[in-house]
């Protein structure tokens, strides 16, 4: 079992930036992968960016060159820093790690991107 919170959503203007971070407990230790989605009303779940054990970072076409993926393996953290955003960035964002053979999921941070 494995427990996330996410943390540091908000309401910023538009070129603006915003940092999220996941804390993770539970049996972090057999995480394979820590990954950030993102979902607006009557869309499906986007996949943002994700890290792996490795640390290689995989980046949706729409965010790569202003967001990154980053992960604290002391703090049993994720991070997601989010610098130029815009007003379509605005989304819940979701954290998820997987843990075979299943995935784990954050409760959700809102994040507003407006004048």
């Known amino acids: 079992q494995v427990q996330l919170v996410e943390s540091g959503g908000g309401l910023v203007q538009p070129g603006g930036s915003l940092k999220l971070s996941c804390a993770a407990s539970?049996?972090?230790?057999?995480?394979?992968?820590m990954r950030w989605y993102r979902q607006t009303p009557g869309k499906e779940r986007e996949l943002v960016a994700s890290?792996?054990?490795?640390?290689?970072?995989t980046y949706a076409e729409s965010v790569r060159g202003r967001f990154t993926i980053s992960r604290d393996n002391a703090k049993s953290t994720m991070y997601l820093q989010m610098n130029s955003l815009k007003p379509e960035d605005t989304a819940v964002y979701y954290c998820?790690?997987?843990?075979?053979?299943?995935?784990?999921w954050g409760q959700g941070t809102q994040v507003t991107v407006s004048s």
């Open positions: 998820s790690v997987s843990v075979f053979p299943r995935n784990y």
């Open positions: 890290i792996i054990r490795s640390g290689s970072t």
């Open positions: 539970g049996s972090i230790s057999s995480i394979s992968a």
